[in-house]
């Protein structure tokens, strides 16, 4: 995910949302509106960040408009319009987003909630313990595979049961092992 210089511009935070435009997973566009929360609400879910360690849930707070929680209509946006999608649709569309476009949402509900340059150092962070991760599993992967391709050391002689082939140190001990004569 390229992470731009701003997530949010000073517009979107005069108007309060973002409109995100998204590639779902068949490749079509789509549009997410990241709605921005009030200064309260922004302190209470940093407190839930700082107790659950995580920031999953924001996501999906930021897609329901500020006044469908306080009553207003599903799918009304914070100037009186409709949003791109209701609340209950845009995070069901979360499913079908691809994961570079999904990925630039939690971003943007992140920095909704701490901030542009916060939300930059946390997605660095992520990328980073990511490629640490996948680095560590292609290295553990290619150790193992390149073991399992490479042939075992010394000649093939058959296991007790017959069945399969074991290795011997050398072509020695396979003549003195009755078990190789079959």
């Not at 009030?38 to 707070?61: S, Y």
């Not at 073991?147 to 003195?176: H, N, Y």
Request: hydrophobic share 35%; charged share 20%; aromatic share 4%.
């Amino acid at each position: 995910m390229d992470t731009p210089k701003d997530l949010l511009t000073a517009a979107d935070v005069d108007q309060g949302y973002h409109d995100e435009p998204v590639l779902r997973l068949d490749g079509s566009p789509a549009t997410i509106r990241i709605h921005l929360p009030t200064w309260r609400v922004r302190q209470k879910l940093g407190e839930r960040i700082a107790l659950d360690g995580g920031f999953e849930f924001l996501l999906v707070h930021c897609l329901i408009p500020p006044d469908s929680r306080s009553g207003g209509g599903p799918g009304r946006a914070a100037d009186g319009g409709s949003s791109p999608a209701g609340p209950f649709e845009s995070e069901l569309m979360l499913d079908k987003l691809a994961p570079e476009s999904l990925n630039r949402c939690f971003a943007l509900a992140m920095a909704a909630v701490i901030g542009n340059d916060l939300a930059k150092k946390v997605v660095a962070a992520s990328r980073e313990k990511v490629a640490l991760g996948l680095a560590a599993a292609l290295s553990a992967t290619g150790s193992a595979s390149s073991a399992a391709a490479s042939p075992p050391d010394g000649p093939q002689t058959p296991l007790p049961d017959g069945t399969g082939a074991g290795s011997s140190s050398s072509p020695a001990s396979a003549k003195s092992n009755p078990s190789s004569e079959t």
